[in-house]
């Protein structure tokens, strides 16, 4: 049973939408975690964070924002889609003592 | 300048043989190491891990070996099954961050 989840998991939109993409876990984790991968390529960080109000950006440079409110919610949110947005999106949780866990990911499509 | 490199992007291997992935790190002060297998439009799933104070870890078919004066880690698959083909990714945990940091991915074939 999942203990990270991720919604949609395939969304496929128009040029210039804005959308969210959302990340839940239950496990209560402090540290969260975006991934962006496109197919055969590596994991790149995007946003992370260390606990609730707490946002920062990753390794690539990415026009997403995120926020944190509550420890358990993570969302995503592009404001203004374009193709080159379209990538599978990886969320992923972590406390001190564990490595990561990460969602089933969303396959974006932007068309 | 990246701190954990796999240098093969594919292996193809035979159903039954060994299948060995090949992970180098630049950071000695790294003291986790994990190995996730991901299938495509999946997320990463945790496989194996080892602490820097172990040199190996064995799980089932899966075994991790740490070589920290070569900074080098490898995952043994023995013996290989189809199901094994994906992408396998090294990542190693740095202390000073409390992240994980991955490399770029292997992807591993498995032919029946």
């Known amino acids: 049973e999942a203990d990270i989840y991720q919604t949609p998991r395939y969304l496929v939109i128009g040029t210039g939408k804005k959308i969210t993409l959302e990340c839940s876990q239950t496990?209560?984790?402090?540290?969260m975690y975006w991934y962006q991968q496109d197919p055969g390529m590596e994991l790149h960080l995007i946003h992370y964070?260390?606990?609730?109000?707490?946002?920062e950006k990753g390794d690539l440079s990415s026009e997403s924002t995120v926020s944190r409110i509550r420890t358990e919610h993570f969302p995503l949110t592009l404001e203004s889609a374009r193709p080159s947005h379209t990538s599978q999106y990886l969320c992923?949780?972590?406390?001190?003592?564990?490595?990561?866990?990460f969602g089933s990911g969303t396959r974006l499509t932007v068309v | 300048d990246q701190q954990v490199k796999q240098n093969s992007p594919s292996l193809s291997v035979q159903e039954g043989r060994i299948s060995i992935l090949n992970c180098d790190y630049t950071?000695?002060?790294?003291?986790?190491f994990l190995w996730y297998k991901k299938y495509p439009a999946e997320g990463p799933t945790f496989l194996i891990s080892?602490?820097?104070?172990?040199d190996k870890n064995e799980d089932g078919r899966f075994t991790v070996f740490l070589n920290k004066s070569a900074k080098h880690l490898s995952l043994h698959i023995v013996p290989s099954q189809p199901g094994d083909s994906a992408v396998y990714f090294c990542?190693?945990?740095?202390?000073?961050?409390?992240?994980?940091?991955f490399g770029k991915g292997t992807k591993l074939s498995v032919k029946p």
């Open positions: 992923a949780s972590s406390d001190r003592h564990s490595g990561y866990t």
């Open positions: 496990m209560g984790h402090d540290k």
């Open positions: 964070s260390y606990g609730v109000n707490s946002t």
């Open positions: 950071n000695s002060m790294f003291d986790y």
């Open positions: 080892i602490s820097s104070i172990k």
């Open positions: 990542a190693a945990s740095d202390p000073s961050q409390g992240n994980l940091i």
